[in-house]
């Protein structure tokens, strides 16, 4: 198994461009969620997938950030416009059906924006 | 709401030196509780897990870790520290709901391990 699969891994981009990110989930697993990294706020849960629903979007900062799951073998997390502030590594994480599992990390994403 | 507290932000120790990370975690009923660790430029990957059962779980690469539900506690131990040890490790509870958990992560501890 290739584990959870993001792309791409560094993404540099200037601010107010559109960035995207991609996840490929583990064959199998149905639920899908989308972290970030950074140094002041450590990991932050951003949103939440069950069988490519959304459950949870609580923690997207704002309506600049979208997050879509079209089908069960990929995600995509949107930034548009980007923003200096947005700069961070971006970690998607999957996990099977069953509750008592853990969440499986894909190598991250890291996003600088200038 | 459920949190994670892990109190030390770094940790030096030399290696063959044991090793105790601390994390809290609040949560209202009993948790599933989880240590990660992160290595430069990586994921996180999983050492050890607790859902229920026996209160001392053992992971991957000789840790352990100990549930005590009194303390609110679940701290990651290993007898004998090795260089490549040296990582950020990260706690996380994971409070359940609808019959599903999301796990939520502490600020992580830093292990510096010194020759």
């Known amino acids: 198994d290739a584990g959870v699969i993001q792309s791409p891994r560094h993404e540099v981009t200037e601010m107010g461009q559109e960035v995207t990110l991609r996840c490929k989930p583990i064959?199998?697993?149905?639920?899908l969620f989308w972290y970030r990294q950074t140094m002041m706020r450590g990991l932050e849960l951003l949103i939440y997938?069950?069988?490519?629903?959304?459950?949870?979007d609580s923690g997207m900062p704002e309506d600049r950030f979208s997050a879509k799951m079209p089908n069960a073998s990929f995600s995509t997390l949107k930034i548009q416009p980007s923003e200096p502030r947005d700069s961070a590594v971006y970690f998607c994480?999957?996990?099977?059906?069953?509750?008592?599992?853990?969440?499986?990390f894909g190598q991250g994403t890291r996003l600088t924006v200038v | 709401a459920q949190s994670v507290t892990q109190p030390d932000i770094h940790i030096t120790v030399s290696e063959g030196a044991s090793l105790e990370l601390r994390c809290n975690y609040s949560?209202?009923?009993?948790?599933?509780l989880f240590w990660y660790v992160q290595s430069p430029g990586q994921g996180l990957q999983l050492l050890l897990k607790?859902?229920?059962?026996?209160?001392l779980v053992q992971g991957i690469k000789g840790f352990e870790a100990e549930f005590k539900r009194s303390q609110s506690s679940f701290n990651l131990r290993k007898p004998s520290v090795h260089w490549s040890d040296a990582a950020e490790y990260f706690c996380?509870?994971?409070?359940?709901?609808?019959?599903?958990?999301?796990?939520?992560f502490g600020r992580g501890t830093s292990l510096i391990v010194h020759p």
């Open positions: 994480a999957s996990r099977p059906g069953t509750v008592r599992t853990e969440a499986f």
């Open positions: 064959s199998g697993h149905n639920s």
């Open positions: 997938f069950n069988n490519n629903v959304p459950i949870d």
């Open positions: 949560y209202g009923a009993t948790p599933y």
């Open positions: 607790y859902f229920s059962g026996d209160t």
């Open positions: 996380a509870v994971g409070g359940v709901s609808g019959g599903s958990y999301i796990p939520t």
